[in-house]
């Protein structure tokens, strides 16, 4: 079974960066497609960004767009999330997911399609 782990949170001002990653434990990760959730206190998980097996195709949630980057390496079976200009309500901890599809080209961005799941990591953002 594939185990997903996040890296890279921690506590930055608003206007600072990020770059999150997420490390598989088998190389079957890179015919998966990937995506990147959030969950703040109180919040449903809400989908931020996902890419497809090869990372020719991504999607962003219409809140980070411009702000945040996909993105993946398949000989590094890691995928990444660079977050830039980050804002207070960007807070939560960050998930990452892979949908084990092999080789499916269309991203998905439904959290029901993904079937593996890290344990996330915390995001903070200061005004």
């Known amino acids: 079974q594939v185990q997903l782990v996040e890296s890279g949170g921690g506590s930055v001002q608003a206007g600072g960066s990020l770059r999150l990653s997420c490390a598989a434990s088998?190389?079957?990760?890179?015919?998966?497609?990937m995506g990147w959730f959030r969950q703040a206190p109180g919040k449903e998980r809400e989908f931020v960004a996902a890419?497809?097996?090869?990372?020719?195709?991504?999607q962003y949630a219409d809140s980070v767009k411009g702000r945040f980057t996909i993105s993946r390496n398949n000989a590094k079976i890691t995928v990444y999330l660079q977050m830039n200009s980050l804002k207070p309500e960007d807070t939560a901890v960050y998930y990452c997911?892979?949908?084990?599809?092999?080789?499916?080209?269309?991203?998905?961005?439904?959290?029901?399609?993904?079937?593996?799941w890290g344990q996330g990591t915390q995001v903070t953002v200061s005004s």
């Open positions: 997911a892979a949908d084990k599809r092999p080789f499916y080209n269309t991203v998905v961005a439904e959290s029901a399609r993904f079937d593996y």
């Open positions: 088998e190389r079957t990760f890179s015919s998966y497609g």
């Open positions: 890419i497809n097996w090869s990372g020719g195709s991504t």
